[in-house]
């Protein structure tokens, strides 16, 4: 499966990973899955891991992702996003939608390793 994730309603986390091609529609299919989720509530932080992530999604597609999750267009509503990315291509992708997105989370970071991104979520939610 090209999309998982998990919900720790505890610390109001959204833990999602992206493994080999992803296609946009997974992308959208995901984001609905999300949505409809009953775990998830009120503000979600997320940690976006992309390290296995091997399409690269085009500019107008990272867009259309980050305005799907507008609050307008979106019931979930999202804190922080810390997105995990260590080569090139999968650090770019990740800046690009952190640009994008900018507006849908309160603050957002690339970092390497899946411990940078808890420790940095962390300082984040007892900051925020």
């Not at 390290?51 to 979106?74: C, F, K, M, Y």
């Not at 900018?102 to 991104?117: K, N, Q």
Request: proline share 5%.
């Amino acid at each position: 499966m090209p999309i998982t994730y998990d919900i720790d309603s505890a610390r109001a986390l959204v833990r999602t990973t992206l493994t080999g091609f992803v296609t946009f529609t997974e992308v959208m299919d995901h984001f609905s899955a999300l949505e409809s989720d009953p775990r998830r509530s009120g503000t979600m932080n997320v940690l976006l891991d992309i390290r296995g992530l091997t399409s690269v999604p085009e500019t107008g597609q990272l867009r259309r992702a980050a305005n799907r999750i507008h609050p307008d267009r979106s019931p979930l509503q999202y804190g922080v996003c810390a997105i995990v990315a260590t080569d090139p291509a999968s650090v770019g992708t990740g800046k690009l939608f952190a640009v994008f997105a900018r507006e849908r989370f309160r603050a957002s970071t690339i970092v390497a390793t899946l411990d940078a991104a808890e420790a940095w979520l962390a300082d984040a939610a007892s900051s925020g």
